[in-house]
């Protein structure tokens, strides 16, 4: 391409900012994302603050500074991927049948309004073996969006479809709860003394613990809310899909954008990635877990410094009993984050999470008050966690990485390493530009989450006499990383995005976890268990019961017609999960010693084969 050519193409950029300032969230799945984070990989580009989904408007800007770079700096094939994605958020009025969708604007009074309808489509089948498992899942997606002047954005996604997931029902999980021995069992009144710390009692009642054989491990998340409906009964509650039914999804959102996009403000329901890493990677905010609602805001007040602010309420798991299910898990969310980022070589965040029952207290709404120092104001009632990432970037060569997420620890205790009560998170890694691939990176990353972490005890308040749930969970799955407590995880991944159509991944994993079933059942392992309060409850990984461990090596990637006026995308995944068990004696169900290789009847080893294959219509 000329630099005539260049810079009148760069000139129409510019101009469809004026004329489209979408401030509309941008799916965490798009790749706009990974493109922007290899850009700065690169050190052609800053990042934003790191609070996302960012909205249409942050991510066009970032894509068009990374085609304003010097000439040379992007090969052929960066620069037509860059291209592509950024043509994608064009739009044209009226209907628009390659990308299904129609849209009306007008001006009143010099302000600018418009009105989009689409629609998309997405499959995915996917199949283990030898021993049989299938998913699929089949979602039509429905999308109403516009501006409203040129300072606010508005969305709605309606997603309907049907799917059916099989999964393997593994053992039995404690589920009945006993407070501090030293007041003895639960005797049903929530006013007794003591019965804020919740223990497993002997002989408890149980749940069911499930695998989900045709995922990968510990990569699902419902794709689904509330209940999915048979069509033999669609008036009726189901909790999963075991055979053919229907389900849905709803997310919407209102934005504003203030001070030339110097602070927003969006309040929404959606999935989020809180944040400097890749999306999926966040201890404390992860993309993973599931949409809710919040009001949600940041400000720049100069570009090295970032604030942002979070406050939403949290949805519970339904199960058979909608009251029973319900009750405990009244909860709101509220989140504070400081960003300092010098833009190429230097990122420090840290902040708050705090979890507590639902409940008018504005300390934990306002957007710059401390939750940590609050939470002592009201009572200490409420599941308080601290953050922080630390990252240094060589612009061209790589970067690293260090992430901290503590839920509660005790430094006046020891052996620090060995206590239960120590619940925390880590993680660090490193990422490293591959010259020789387009939009490629090689990233090592270890992450370990301790027994209990995520987990809190029940909480009785003033507000509310029922005891509450202030677990990190929002609807049965993690807010933070994806792995459960008492797990770890050793990850090397090589993405590329070879073509301007196509993109590519090759992933090794290997991860560990204490079976939260079975008669090797490790404390601490599910995120269903009550917090530990005994300082001498002690841990020992991978020596204090029976461990999983999954070897995984998979293989995928995705290709698009749209450059060829095609709305279609096809996208796949192909791998092996080996799984082996170990057991050491010393936790007194073997003989003593250290961990030796387990394989019976409970605890079973193998290898599975899957294989993913899926579409998108109108991507």
């Not at 996917?126 to 300072?151: K, Q």
């Not at 006993?178 to 919740?198: L, Q």
């Not at 329901?269 to 809180?274: A, K, N, P, S, V």
């Not at 059942?521 to 990984?541: E, M, N």
Request: glycine fraction near 8%.
């Amino acid at each position: 391409m000329t630099k005539q050519k260049f810079f009148f193409f760069f000139l129409l950029i510019s101009a469809s900012f004026l004329g489209a300032q979408q401030f509309n969230s941008v799916s965490l799945d798009h790749d706009a994302y990974n493109v922007i984070d290899l850009a700065v990989l690169k050190g052609i580009t800053t990042p934003p603050p790191s609070a996302k989904p960012w909205s249409e408007y942050t991510i066009r800007k970032k894509l068009g500074e990374i085609l304003d770079v010097p000439a040379g700096t992007l090969n052929p094939t960066e620069y037509a991927i860059v291209s592509n994605i950024l043509a994608s958020f064009e739009r044209k009025e009226s209907l628009d049948l390659r990308r299904g969708r129609y849209r009306s604007e007008n001006a009143l009074e010099g302000h600018r309004f418009s009105v989009e309808t689409g629609i998309g489509w997405d499959s995915v089948f996917a199949v283990r073996a030898p021993n049989p498992a299938i998913a699929s899942v089949n979602m039509l997606n429905l999308y109403l969006t516009g501006d409203m002047g040129e300072h606010f954005s508005w969305n709605f996604d309606a997603y309907g479809g049907f799917l059916s997931i099989d999964r393997e029902e593994l053992g039995q999980r404690p589920n009945a709860l006993y407070v501090d021995p030293k007041y003895g069992p639960y005797d049903g009144n929530p006013n007794s003394e003591g019965h804020t710390y919740y223990y497993d009692i002997p002989d408890p009642e149980t749940s069911p613990v499930y695998d989900i054989p045709a995922y990968f491990p510990y990569t699902f998340t419902k794709p689904w809310e509330a209940a999915v409906m048979p069509p033999a009964d669609l008036g009726g509650y189901h909790e999963w899909p075991d055979e053919f039914a229907f389900g849905y999804e709803l997310l919407s959102e209102l934005n504003a954008s203030l001070f030339e996009n110097r602070m927003t403000l969006r309040f929404g329901r959606m999935r989020r990635d809180w944040g400097p890493e890749s999306n999926g990677t966040s201890l404390f905010m992860n993309s993973r877990a599931r949409p809710f609602m919040a009001f949600e805001g940041t400000a720049v007040p100069i570009n090295w410094l970032r604030f942002s602010f979070l406050t939403g309420a949290l949805e519970y798991l339904k199960g058979a009993n909608q009251w029973e299910d319900a009750d405990p898990y009244q909860n709101l969310f509220s989140l504070a984050h400081v960003e300092l980022d010098t833009g190429k070589h230097f990122h420090f965040d840290f902040g708050s999470a705090t979890v507590w029952p639902k409940r008018l207290d504005l300390g934990y709404i306002f957007p710059i008050n401390s939750n940590f120092f609050y939470q002592n104001n009201v009572g200490d009632f409420d599941n308080l966690a601290l953050f922080a990432d630390l990252e240094f970037r060589l612009p061209g060569i790589a970067k690293i990485w260090g992430s901290l997420y503590v839920d509660e620890i005790n430094l006046s205790h020891g052996p620090f390493l060995h206590l239960d009560r120590q619940m925390y998170a880590y993680q660090g890694g490193v990422k490293a530009n591959i010259k020789w691939l387009p939009f490629a990176a090689l990233t090592l990353r270890y992450t370990k989450v301790e027994p209990y972490c995520y987990t809190h005890e029940y909480t009785e308040t003033p507000w509310n006499r029922v005891p509450t749930d202030t677990a990190y969970l929002n609807n049965g799955e993690s807010l933070g990383f994806y792995l459960p407590p008492n797990s770890d995880e050793f990850l090397v991944r090589l993405d590329s995005m070879i073509l301007p159509e196509l993109k590519a991944h090759i992933q090794y994993q290997m991860i560990r976890h204490g079976v939260d079933y079975g008669y090797g059942r490790v404390d601490g392992s599910s995120l269903y268990d009550k917090i530990v309060k005994d300082d001498d409850s002690t841990k020992y990984f991978l020596m204090d019961g029976v461990y999983q461990w999954d070897s995984v090596i998979k293989l995928g990637g995705a290709y698009s017609l749209k450059t060829r006026g095609i709305p279609l995308a096809f996208y796949a995944e192909a791998g092996l999960v080996i799984t082996r068990f170990t057991i050491n004696g010393a936790a007194g169900i073997g003989e003593e010693g250290d961990y030796e290789p387990l394989d019976n009847a409970v605890y079973r080893a193998g290898t599975g084969f899957i294989f993913s294959l899926g579409f998108r219509l109108y991507p």
